[in-house]
């Protein structure tokens, strides 16, 4: 390889971890508020084995003793019945419905078949186990619920959980090799879904719970460096997408996972805090120091896994609820809303006008205005309307399918930074999020980036940057769409080289890279930043190694 490299991730302070005190005081006794009618409360669980839970049914208390499970229920309450519904969890037709769940009975709770037994991590399948969705439950009811949430014929409360193990959180967002697995918990049509749930009840979405984070703290950068560093960064966009999807910036916790004194994985933890201090409406739920996991040191065992449930619910009662029952009503979920899979990144830029990928998550129209660098962001309905003349542009786009195209020349001002704001209208002329995103004046590539093959699997690129400051180059193996300048920087979606080095204005850079198959076809994508502040166009190109 020909040039300077430069991890991306050197020098980055870690931020101290605060812990919650998870010793939450009850709520005295009051007089419970009438729960709307015709309501349903709405919590959504993601990520790995620890969402998915390997804590045995044997491990419960509640399995020998069910009066442990929620001391004021009946027998017959704690039993299976419908005022309980959890998502199934897994792909296909079962992801995204809900089926009656009970809370103390020898009845399997369905969210994972793994359970740990001495010498045997994963076996037998079928053992029932479960996560964090227990104990929560548990703790909601036990916090003073009115005997209408347990009324079959009203089914009150509901958790949609959609879980893989052993996955980084590139794997469930859009770009990744398990972003179907998201997207069809969220679109579901087959029975009780998130669909026929907020057609026929008013869904108040109580919280976002995202157990992630051990994949990440063990799966390497090209460059040796832990992607435990760019955790913070590559999480948000995942969160964005689900809060875009559903409508609402619902409240989010992040679990802390099991460190065991592992720096990589304290690494993690403390992006995690990051995360959370750089998105609005989130929290950590950091690790105390009496989990204990059931035996592989990553895995939390029942007890701990009860007392993520309790943590979860009280911060959302506490930050979020309503006094007596401590529900919260400040999120309500009327049905999806089209959302960008990935956002408009500008890819060339030519003068008077720019080009433009994204890719959006339902048909329709992408309407843009161009106006002053920090000038007020506009709504989606006022980019809307000014987007059939310039400085507006609009695109007619498909459903989960990259589009690419130019903004019309004249849009924009020649060498003069400024912002462009996009909003996604599907068919039915439903608004969704707003993207912001900034052309600088002078951070840009000419000639533009050139990708060829040369003998023996090995490639070369050439670009060259109008700016001095840093390039990040990441190569891919097999046909990409065009990724977020972040997601270039941070080596996402486990690229098989990638780098970052310094530029000079006007000097051509070329990197060689070898180790390629023959045959196989290659994408390399480019971004660059002026100042460490003002960001390039990404750029993209395909090769077949020779």
Same mark, same amino acid.
């Given at each position: 390889m020909v040039g300077t490299f430069r991890p991306a991730f050197t020098g980055e302070a870690r931020r101290r971890i605060t812990r919650l005190d998870?010793?939450?005081?009850?709520?005295?006794?009051?007089?419970?508020?009438?729960?709307?009618?015709?309501?349903?409360?709405?919590?959504?669980?993601?990520?790995?084995?620890?969402?998915?839970?390997?804590?045995?049914?044997r491990q419960d208390p509640a399995k020998a003793d069910p009066a442990q499970a929620v001391a004021f229920l009946s027998a017959a309450e704690r039993a299976v019945h419908p005022w309980w519904r959890l998502s199934s969890r897994g792909a296909g037709a079962t992801a995204g419905r809900f089926e009656a769940q009970g809370l103390a009975t020898d009845a399997s709770p369905r969210t994972s078949g793994k359970v740990w037994t001495t010498g045997a991590n994963g076996i037998p399948e079928g053992t029932a186990s479960f996560g964090p969705e227990i104990g929560l439950v548990r703790h909601v009811l036990g916090g003073g619920a009115p005997a209408s949430w347990r009324n079959d014929a009203a089914p009150s409360l509901y958790i949609l959980k959609q879980t893989e193990g052993g996955r980084s959180v590139d794997h469930f967002r859009w770009g990744g090799p398990g972003q179907d697995l998201i997207l069809t918990a969220l679109r579901q049509s087959s029975g009780e879904t998130l669909t026929s749930l907020a057609a026929a009840k008013t869904v108040l979405i109580q919280g976002l719970i995202f157990v992630i984070g051990e994949k990440d703290s063990t799966t390497l950068h090209p460059s040796g460096a832990s992607m435990a560093e760019s955790?913070?960064?590559?999480?948000?966009?995942?969160?964005?997408?689900?809060?875009?999807?559903?409508?609402?910036?619902?409240p989010a916790v992040f679990v802390e996972i099991?460190?065991?004194?592992?720096?990589?994985?304290?690494?993690?933890?403390?992006?995690?805090?990051?995360?959370?201090?750089?998105?609005?409406n989130a929290a950590v739920i950091a690790r105390d120091p009496a989990w204990q996991t059931v035996g592989d040191g990553i895995h939390y065992d029942a007890a701990?896994?009860? =007392?993520? #449930?309790? /943590?979860? %619910?009280?911060?959302?009662?506490?930050?979020? +609820?309503?006094?007596?029952?401590? $529900?919260?009503? &400040?999120?309500?979920?009327?049905?999806?809303?089209?959302?960008?899979?990935?956002?408009?990144?500008?890819i060339d830029d030519g003068g008077t006008n720019m080009r433009i990928a994204a890719t959006p998550a339902a048909s329709g129209t992408i309407h843009a205005l161009v106006t002053d660098a920090d000038a007020p962001v506009p709504d989606a309905a006022a980019i809307r309307d000014a987007s059939a003349a310039a400085p507006g542009f609009r695109k007619a786009v498909t459903a989960d399918q990259e589009a690419v195209w130019w903004s019309g020349s004249g849009v924009f001002q020649s060498n003069v930074t400024q912002d462009c704001h996009f909003v996604l209208e599907d068919a039915a002329g439903q608004l969704g999020e707003v993207a912001t995103v900034r052309r600088w004046a002078n951070a840009k590539f000419a000639p533009d980036l050139a990708?060829?093959?040369? =003998?023996? #699997?090995? /490639?070369? %690129?050439?670009?060259?940057?109008?700016?001095? +400051?840093?390039?990040?180059?990441? $190569?891919?193996? &097999?046909?990409?769409?065009?990724?977020?300048?972040?997601?270039?920087?941070?080596?996402?979606?486990?690229?098989?080289?990638?780098?970052?080095?310094?530029?000079?204005?006007?000097?051509?850079?070329?990197?060689?890279?070898?180790?390629?198959?023959?045959g196989q076809e290659y994408t390399l994508l480019v971004t660059g930043r002026k100042n460490g502040t003002e960001r390039a166009v990404t750029q993209s190109e395909s090769v077949i190694a020779a």
């Open positions: 998870l010793r939450v005081a009850r709520a005295p006794a009051a007089p419970t508020p009438d729960w709307p009618d015709n309501t349903v409360a709405l919590w959504l669980i993601f990520g790995q084995s620890n969402a998915e839970g390997y804590a045995p049914w955790l913070d960064v590559r999480f948000a966009d995942w969160v964005r997408q689900i809060r875009a999807a559903l409508g609402v910036e619902a099991f460190d065991a004194l592992d720096a990589r994985k304290q690494t993690a933890n403390a992006r995690l805090h990051a995360l959370a201090a750089s998105i609005p701990a896994q009860a =007392a993520i #449930g309790d /943590a979860v %619910f009280a911060h959302f009662r506490q930050s979020y +609820g309503r006094p007596g029952d401590g $529900l919260v009503t &400040g999120f309500p979920f009327a049905g999806l809303r089209p959302w960008f899979h990935v956002p408009p990144l500008f990708l060829v093959s040369t =003998a023996g #699997g090995a /490639a070369s %690129f050439s670009v060259r940057p109008a700016f001095t +400051g840093d390039l990040s180059w990441a $190569l891919h193996a &097999g046909a990409r769409g065009f990724m977020r300048p972040e997601d270039v920087e941070t080596a996402a979606f486990e690229p098989v080289d990638a780098g970052q080095m310094a530029v000079t204005a006007n000097t051509d850079v070329q990197i060689d890279v070898t180790g390629l198959t023959p």
